[in-house]
């Protein structure tokens, strides 16, 4: 039986991503994120902390030595190995807020992307990927910018999400554990970028009664969830598109800390 994945934007699933423009719009983001890593992973051993459904790792497998996927979603792991095996390329599921299985100074570079948002004890998660680089390795951290996507103070409109950072704040949590060098914004093609700027518009101010500072954190996941529902049940009533595959080179990244559409952090383990 093949697996398939929940397309409940907690994961992004290329077979349901490429029949939506937003969807298609949001693939090519994380595409781009994975064509920026590729010079840093060229003939090393990698790890994508946070592989999701494989696709990003996999379009690394040429350029790495060896790469390995790992995800706290057991789902998420079953379907990476069915739909993206290469003989350089290995999956594991993992466990959330423990150490990951492996020695200490297992990987040359680990790629943290969409991740970190999700983590509650972030400066632990940090430490965890100093422990398994070597001496010299390069981390890398991609994040959405709350300075594009969210009001003063507010709380992420994201159900999936325990925070979202700005340039600033992101690297202030991976200072702590690595010796930052680098720091960049997304950018983007007019066209794209003013159509996700326009979700992130939507979104905040359809949210913002659950996502004000005060708001208990259950109440927030309770009405974000509900409005995912509504806005699913939207999407399907206006049908899907035929699937396509959308283009990375839609977006890039810049070396600034203005907002974006995107924070990547690069750092290294001195």
Known sequence: MRKTLPHDGERVVEAAYETTAEGRNILAMHL???????????????????????????SLASH???????????AAVAYAREHYRLPNLR???????????FPEGSFD???SFQVIEHVVNDSAYVAEVRRLLRSGGV??????????????????????????????????????????????????????????????RLARWAALPVTLPFVPEFLRVAGLTLLSGISTRFQRSRGEGPSQRPNGG???FESDDRPGLNVLVIAKKS
């Open 139 to 200: 981390a890398l951290f991609i994040t959405p910018d709350r300075r594009t996507r969210l009001l003063p103070r507010q709380k992420p409109w994201n159900r999936w999400h325990v925070r979202e950072y700005s340039a600033e704040s992101l690297r202030d949590v991976v200072s702590k554990h690595l010796s930052v060098f680098g720091l960049e914004t997304m950018r983007g093609e007019t066209l794209p970028v003013t159509a996700e700027l326009r979700r992130y």
């Open 32 to 58: 781009a994120s994975y064509s920026r890593a590729e010079e840093f992973c060229s003939g090393k051993d990698v790890l994508d902390l946070g592989c999701g459904s494989g696709y990003g790792i996999a």
């Open 64 to 74: 790495a030595r060896s790469v390995v996927g790992v995800d706290v979603s057991a």
């Open 250 to 252: 839609s977006y890039w």
């Open 109 to 111: 570079v680990v790629l």
């Open 91 to 101: 999956y594991e599921e993992i466990i959330a807020d423990r150490p990951t299985p």
